[in-house]
């Protein structure tokens, strides 16, 4: 527990919205900044508890030798300039899930679910799985809730499943899983962490302080994961290998058929990597695996994640937003045949289009869009496919409903952060959806 420190929240969002107010309680002097309006009865609330909120864009204006902790939003770059003050000052930077981990008070089990693709698809069968099978699991992380939302609810025996990002990694340092599943790795995010190198140390830190006693669960078939994970300490168990894998046509644990993919919704290589993984945590928590079976027999999906949103006059929609980066969005164009009507881009982030090449025989046309559609008008004519640019997806959107035909797909998956344009991918996937729905 953090007791009488003075401390500054950089970023508000829903994470320092609710470390703020954990941290209200134990007579601690908080200033939270952000250089965006926030919702004034959330500001409200926090000034109630004696927290001050300050809007600035020059936050590291506010710090000084007198703070004793930096709490950093995983949006903010870790090279921000009121993040290096605190480094020269001496002033510990961490994150949300950090500090509200030192609030844990009951004997949890922590399942910690990362990877460069697939986490979120993971640890919400994951999630799915424990509900159908009546297990006491609370899910939170970067899926959506704030570890210190309900870290105060969690009682002796709960399993605490969470989705952490590399943005969350980065600045966790006490923060101990019981099970840790990497569900792969390759090459995104660099302009954060600044090379490949240190992106791939910093998923590492779902494995720190792991003994013989931990788990992890790692795919095989990456070879980047095998690399990373060569040296941990941890137990671990393998999916992508000679005892766990997936045909086209079932899933096998131990070698033993578990059920036909034609029992599974879910379709894809990519997601069969996903439920070998939830299979595996099945076993270890001892949970027949007829409660597996009964999630994929009616799990869709994740929202934003290859949805289907409709099928209008012939033409189909899919939403792919989570795609934001190149090797998300090759799993998509692998999910589809061909007449793919591909909308691509946003923040520049210099990701390597050129991955996508091998791919883009399925693809109609491409439609380019934020940030980096100079950048992808460049790459499309050096592969001889047609593409246009567009500043805006809705931009985008009216050029499509003019030119789609019967048999087209289209296909949102931008192989690109939002944040050019959106504060959140999720959003840029809803106003997909809502010009789809209106047509």
């Known amino acids: 527990m953090i007791e009488n420190k003075k401390i500054l929240i950089l970023g508000m969002a829903r994470s320092g919205y609710e470390v703020a107010k954990l941290l209200g309680k134990a007579n601690n002097t908080i200033i939270i900044t952000d250089q965006k309006d926030q919702n004034?009865?959330?500001?409200?609330?926090?000034?109630?508890?004696?927290?001050?909120?300050?809007?600035?864009?020059?936050p590291e204006n506010l710090l000084d030798e007198t703070f004793d902790l930096l709490i950093?939003?995983?949006?903010?770059?870790?090279?921000?300039?009121?993040?290096?003050?605190?480094?020269?000052?001496?002033?510990?930077?961490?994150?949300?899930?950090?500090?509200?981990?030192?609030?844990l008070n009951s004997p949890v089990k922590i399942i910690g679910v990362t990877g460069s693709n697939g986490k979120t698809t993971t640890v919400s069968l994951?999630?799915?799985?424990?509900?159908?099978?009546?297990?006491?699991?609370?899910?939170?992380?970067?899926?959506?809730?704030?570890?210190?939302?309900?870290?105060?609810?969690?009682?002796?025996?709960?399993?605490?499943l969470l989705e952490i990002s590399d943005h969350q990694l980065i600045d966790m340092y006490d923060f101990k899983t019981d099970i840790s599943i990497l569900t792969n790795l390759c090459p995104t995010h660099l302009d954060y962490h600044g090379s490949y190198e240190a992106y791939k140390k910093t998923k590492k830190k779902i494995f720190a302080h792991h003994t013989k006693d931990n788990i992890a669960i790692l795919n095989k078939a990456n070879y980047d994961s095998l690399e990373l994970t060569k040296d941990i300490k941890s137990t671990k168990i393998y999916f992508n290998s000679e005892e766990n894998y997936y045909t086209e046509e079932a899933i096998y644990i131990d070698k033993e058929k578990v059920i036909n993919t034609s029992d599974i919704?879910?379709?894809?290589?990519?997601?069969?990597?996903?439920?070998?993984?939830?299979?595996?945590?099945?076993?270890?928590?001892?949970?027949?695996?007829?409660?597996?079976?009964?999630?994929?027999?009616?799990?869709?999906?994740?929202?934003?994640?290859?949805?289907?949103?409709?099928?209008?006059?012939?033409?189909?929609?899919?939403?792919?937003?989570?795609?934001?980066?190149?090797?998300a969005t090759i799993t998509a164009l692998k999910s589809f045949s061909n007449n793919i009507r591909l909308i691509l881009g946003g923040m520049e982030r210099?990701?390597?289009?050129?991955?996508?090449?091998?791919?883009?025989?399925?693809?109609?046309?491409?439609?380019?869009?934020?940030?980096?559609?100079?950048?992808?008008?460049?790459?499309?004519?050096?592969?001889?496919?047609?593409?246009?640019?567009?500043?805006?997806?809705?931009?985008a959107m009216s050029k499509i409903k003019e030119e789609a035909i019967n048999g087209d797909i289209v296909l949102l998956s931008p192989a690109s952060a939002s944040w050019d344009q959106y504060i959140k991918f999720e959003d840029r996937g809803n106003e997909f959806k809502d010009i789809v729905n209106n047509y």
Do not use: W
């Open 265 to 327: 919704i879910l379709k894809g290589t990519h997601n069969y990597e996903n439920i070998l993984a939830t299979y595996l945590v099945a076993k270890i928590l001892n949970i027949d695996f007829k409660y597996v079976n009964a999630v994929l027999k009616k799990f869709k999906g994740v929202e934003h994640r290859i949805e289907f949103v409709r099928e209008l006059n012939g033409i189909t929609y899919y939403n792919d937003s989570k795609s934001t980066n190149p090797t």
């Open 72 to 103: 950093k939003n995983p949006a903010v770059f870790p090279f921000h300039p009121c993040v290096k003050k605190a480094h020269d000052l001496n002033i510990a930077v961490v994150n949300e899930m950090e500090v509200a981990y030192h609030y």
């Open 126 to 160: 994951i999630y799915e799985v424990l509900k159908e099978a009546n297990m006491p699991v609370k899910l939170g992380g970067n899926i959506g809730t704030p570890l210190s939302k309900i870290v105060l609810d969690l009682q002796a025996n709960d399993i605490l």
């Open 40 to 58: 004034q009865e959330q500001i409200d609330e926090l000034k109630a508890l004696g927290i001050t909120f300050i809007k600035s864009s020059e």
């Open 350 to 395: 210099h990701q390597d289009f050129h991955d996508l090449t091998p791919y883009l025989g399925k693809v109609k046309k491409i439609y380019a869009i934020g940030e980096t559609r100079n950048r992808i008008i460049d790459y499309a004519k050096e592969v001889n496919v047609n593409c246009e640019e567009f500043l805006t997806l809705k931009e």
